[in-house]
């Protein structure tokens, strides 16, 4: 009896000098660019991707606090499909990432306003993608009107090495961290000037 007693009175003592291992806490969700960020009245559907830290595979987004159908990519990158509906009249949106813990990033704003008048994109070649295997790339060519040598494509928001191949014809190659993944590109025009044309599309099945 009195060894256990002693015994008892040892583990006491242990648990007052030995501190208490901190329980590790996962790093915050963060939201860092979603891409685009700028879009036109009347703009089709189109994937809208979410760039930040820390997501986890039950994520979702928010999109002016509504749950969207969210596809995981990965720790670093979801995506989310912006219907026309989003896209029919000027103003702006609200995009959040709620991790599957209930933490939520800060809000981004997706702005819907005007395209640039004269810049305007009437199709793109391929107009759709099959399977894309790691470390493929693909070149696409964009037709329309109020091109020059001082344009720049959009996909996904982010500037790309733009080419005039022609009057009216502008030419980039899309690495696979763009297409590697199902998705409705967003392609854009952005002027020299600033401005940005319509949204055109490409699918990636």
Do not use: C, W
Not at 31 to 51: A, H
Not at 132 to 137: Q, S
Not at 163 to 180: A, Q
């Amino acid at each position: 009896m009195i060894r256990f007693k002693h015994i008892l009175a040892f583990i006491s003592l242990l648990a007052i000098l030995v501190p208490a291992v901190p329980v590790a806490r996962a790093a915050d969700p963060t939201l860092t660019k979603i891409g685009p960020e700028v879009v036109s009245v009347g703009d089709p559907d189109f994937t809208l991707r979410l760039i930040g830290t820390a997501f986890d595979e039950d994520s979702v987004v928010l999109l002016d606090g509504v749950v969207q159908q969210t596809q995981f990519v990965s720790k670093k990158r979801l995506q989310i499909l912006i219907p026309m509906t989003v896209t029919a009249a000027v103003g702006t949106h609200t995009v959040v990432v709620r991790r599957g813990d209930g933490v939520m990033t800060a809000a981004r704003t997706l702005t819907v306003g005007t395209k640039l008048p004269g810049v305007t994109i009437d199709r793109i070649n391929p107009d759709a993608l099959g399977l894309v295997t790691a470390g493929f790339a693909a070149e696409f060519r964009l037709a329309g009107v109020g091109f020059n040598d001082k344009s720049k494509v959009l996909v996904y928001g982010s500037s790309l090495d733009t080419t005039l191949r022609e009057k009216g014809v502008l030419s980039v190659i899309l690495p696979n961290s763009f297409i590697s993944v199902p998705g409705i590109l967003p392609f854009q025009v952005k002027a020299d000037g600033g401005g940005l044309s319509n949204i055109f599309t490409s699918s990636r099945p």
